[in-house]
Structures are given as structure tokens and as C-alpha cells.
């Protein structure tokens, strides 16, 4: 069962994105009000453990739209994406406390996603611009372009790292994913993964890095695995198509590290959990829904994240101004 | 009497015959007005990508030359990469099946340099007017 722990309302707009730090202890969300927010429980025990403020807005780097925020593995920078075609470092000072230490310039349009690679020495960023940009993040915090990478035809929605080893992965409005590796000192293509049928929203590694899932605008969740035969140029294909779930565009999908459950987030307004059938048998379903929340949000969810540390904790955020943050007991 | 020496026939079929005569000149002044069309176009496009690759090997060369002490040898060795690209690029042969794989690739790199040596990249910007997602 589903259970709203919180609904965190301050923001003056639209709340695009939510990011647990890798402690599981602060949430930053972003939006269209241009600000950050960082959020934390009151407490650790008894009625404030419920408890949710807000411990820090920050407002005074972006002009437009903060469309993405993620954290460093360190848990100590936050990468934030913007409309304004920039993505700004902040480095926390103390406690809630946050600095601007770089602004990357670029792209020639809006920056939809920034992903900080597992050992955070890659950030990836994506654009409207079509392309995906990897930067090198040096020890002293400077941040110098390694590589432009425009294999999509259209923009790019989406990017994230494998959580092993660093292979990079983008979702793009052409209907395609793409994945690319390090060769010498530049970054290439290596596969391509086609069968959506509309805009690639979103994709998450499940937790050894091995399989993959993407969301789209055409309603179905894809499974994807990694096929080591096969010597040609795709190795990855689509094993597993689940639809009917969502009626609308399913814009986030997150597979937990913890305990290995699926959140989705959609434009129904409604968030799903999913988890894998263990089953062997080919006529089954591959995954299994255990909770389907209608109306988790007034409006469309666009973003949902699995708490890394606190089991069954997750946050998603919408198009109706708030945070929320849900306990799952299974 | 024959079939076309009726008078009757001729004012009969003058529908249909002045829509074939007028759809032929109309065949003939479409592609007239398609090639010069295509031909104005082609000229732009063409301008424009010789113009862009033009000013990439132009930064890349005077860089290479003039900051060679100055710069990092990652940079040097990326602005010869872009100006090795361009020589091999076939500028001319537009049908050539990776002629846009190697043009984007140029352009990357070249906004690879421009991001490296804090330049600001000129005259290759998408447009963006609409609101997107």
C-alpha cells in the first residue's frame, strides 16, 4: 500500500524534477519558479520524523526554468539543468548552505538533464539542441567539455550512467536510446536501442547495471537487456513490452537500488509500482503490479525517485505546484 | 462521317481539352519555377555550410599557430583534429551518404573548442522559438 507521508508545497510553479542525496537525508526539487528547494525532516524520531521543511531555496542562478537537478555521488554538489541553456554547480557550504562553484555554458537551447557519473568524475548533460555534452570534472572542480555528442535526430530527453561502470545512456524525442563509452580520449556511439514508438522519456539500470527500462509518450514501459552473443553493433534488445497501465505519457521510471521495485510517474496523474515476476515462464507477465495510486497528484507527475537509503521511501513531484513523499508497504 | 469531323465533338470535349493543355503548361511552369526555387535554395545552404566549415578551419588554423605556447596541448591537439576533419571533408559532394555525419561531427568538435577556449560559438545555433518540454 501507498501511503502519503507529506505534501511539500512551496514552490510558485511547476515542480519538474525531485532528487534524494545519496544519504536518503535532504530531497532538491526544481521547477519552473526558477528556484531550487532543499527539503529534510524535522526530526529523526516521533511526530517530527513526519515532519518536512524546507532548509534552503536556491533562486539566484537560473533565469528560466530549473528543469533538472541531481546530486553528486559525494552528495556534496548539485547539477542544476536550465531553459536559460545553462547548468550551474552548487557546492554545499555547511548543512543548507549552498554556493555556485561553476556555470557550464554551451548548449544552444534549453538543458533538459544533468547526470553525475558513479565515481563523479563525468557530468552529462542533454539539450534541446539534440545534443548530449560529457564534461570532465577535475579534482580542483574544474569542468572542461570531453565530448558533444549528436547521434540523435531530435532533442534529447534524458541521461543517465550505468551504475557500474561508465557507460552513458540518453532518451530522446526520436523514439530511441542510445548509449555511449569512452574510446581513447573521446566518447562514441556504441548502441543504439530502437522499438519505442514515441518520445523516450526517461530510462533507469536496475541495480547491477545489467538490464534497463525505458518510458515513453506511447504509454508502455520496455525492458531491455544486454544479449553478449550477438558481435554486431546492437547487442541490446527488447525483451519485455508492458502496457495498458498508464493511459497517458509515462515521463519517469526508477528502478530502486534497494529493494529492487519499479515507480513510474505519468501524465494520468498517477504513480504505479511494479515488481519483476520471477517467474520463468514466457506466458507470464515480466512484471507485476502491486500498487497503481490514481490521482497521487491534481495534476501530471513528472518525476519520481526511490529513497536510496530508507527502503520503500519514495518522492514525486507535479505540474500541481508540490512534492510528495510516499511510504510503500508491500 | 468521322467521329473528330463533328463540330458537336469538339465543343463536347472542350472541357476536358483545355484541362489537358492547361495542365501541361502548368507540368512545365512548376518545374520552371521548382528548379529556381531549388537552385536559390541549394545556393543558401550551401553558403551557409561552406561559410560555417570555412570560419571553423579559420579559427583552428590562426588557434593552432598563434596560442601553440600559451594553450594546453589537449586544445592544440583538438584544433588539428577539426582542421584534420576538414580536409578530408568533401564539402562539395552533398549526395555523399556520411556528408551530414561528418558536418555534424565537425560542428561538435568545433563546439567542443569553443567551450574549451571560452569562445563563443557563432552562426550555428538551431532555431528556438517555440516552447518545448
Given amino acids: 500500500m501507498l501511503k502519503l507521508v507529506t505534501t511539500l508545497a512551496g514552490h510558485d510553479d511547476m515542480v519538474w524534477c525531485v532528487a534524494w542525496n545519496p544519504k536518503g537525508n535532504l530531497l532538491a526539487s526544481c521547477g519552473g519558479d526558477h528556484s531550487v528547494r532543499i527539503w529534510s525532516q524535522k526530526g529523526q524520531n516521533g511526530e517530527e520524523a513526519n515532519q518536512w521543511t524546507c532548509r534552503a531555496k536556491l533562486s539566484d542562478g537560473h533565469s528560466r526554468t530549473i528543469r533538472w537537478v541531481s546530486w553528486s555521488p559525494c552528495g556534496k554538489k548539485l547539477a542544476t539543468a536550465s531553459f536559460d541553456t545553462t547548468i550551474i554547480i552548487w557546492k554545499q557550504k555547511n548543512d543548507f548552505d549552498f554556493e555556485i562553484i561553476a556555470n557550464l555554458e554551451g548548449h544552444e537551447n534549453e538543458v533538459k538533464c544533468t547526470a553525475w557519473s558513479i565515481d563523479g568524475s563525468f557530468l552529462a548533460s542533454c539539450s534541446r539542441d539534440r545534443s548530449v555534452w560529457v564534461w570532465d570534472v577535475s579534482e580542483d572542480e574544474e569542468y572542461e567539455c570531453s565530448s558533444v555528442l549528436t547521434s540523435h535526430s531530435q532533442d534529447v530527453k534524458h541521461v543517465l550512467w550505468n551504475p557500474h561502470k561508465n557507460i552513458l545512456v540518453s532518451s530522446s524525442y526520436d523514439n530511441s536510446i542510445k548509449m555511449y563509452q569512452q574510446d581513447v580520449d573521446d566518447w562514441i556511439n556504441t548502441e543504439t536501442l530502437e522499438s519505442h514508438q514515441s518520445t523516450v522519456w526517461s530510462c533507469d539500470y536496475n541495480p547491477e547495471g545489467t538490464r534497463l527500462i525505458s518510458c515513453s509518450d506511447d504509454k508502455t514501459l520496455k525492458l531491455w537487456k544486454e544479449d553478449p552473443e550477438k558481435k554486431n553493433k546492437s547487442s541490446w534488445s527488447c525483451y519485455s513490452t508492458i502496457s495498458g497501465f498508464h493511459n497517458r505519457t509515462i515521463y519517469s521510471v526508477k528502478w530502486s537500488k534497494t529493494n529492487n521495485l519499479i515507480a513510474t510517474a505519468s501524465a494520468d496523474n498517477s504513480i504505479h509500482i511494479f515488481k519483476e515476476n520471477e517467474s520463468s515462464d514466457a506466458n507470464e507477465p515480466t512484471l507485476l503490479l502491486l500498487e497503481h495510486k490514481e490521482n497521487a497528484h491534481c495534476q501530471d507527475c513528472n518525476c519520481i525517485d526511490w529513497n536510496p537509503v530508507q527502503n520503500n521511501l519514495l518522492a514525486s513531484c507535479s505540474d500541481d505546484g508540490t512534492v510528495k513523499i510516499w511510504k510503500f508497504d508491500e | ?133
Fill in chain 2, 1 to 133: 462521317m468521322e467521329m473528330n469531323d463533328d463540330p458537336f465533338n469538339a465543343i463536347s470535349n472542350l472541357n476536358s481539352d483545355s484541362y489537358n493543355s492547361g495542365y501541361k503548361e502548368g507540368v512545365l511552369n512548376g518545374k520552371k519555377l521548382a528548379l529556381t526555387q531549388g537552385f536559390k535554395i541549394g545556393i543558401q545552404t550551401s553558403f551557409k555550410i561552406a561559410k560555417d566549415i570555412g570560419n571553423i578551419y579559420g579559427i583552428c588554423s590562426l588557434y593552432k599557430i598563434q596560442q601553440a605556447e600559451q594553450s594546453s596541448e589537449k586544445i592544440i591537439k583538438l584544433a588539428q583534429q577539426i582542421c584534420d576533419l576538414i580536409d578530408k571533408f568533401d564539402i562539395v559532394n552533398c549526395h555523399d551518404e556520411n556528408f551530414e555525419i561528418n558536418m555534424n561531427l565537425i560542428k561538435d568538435k568545433f563546439k567542443q573548442f569553443c567551450s574549451l577556449t571560452s569562445l563563443k560559438s557563432v552562426n550555428l545555433k538551431n532555431d528556438s522559438r517555440h516552447l518545448n518540454f
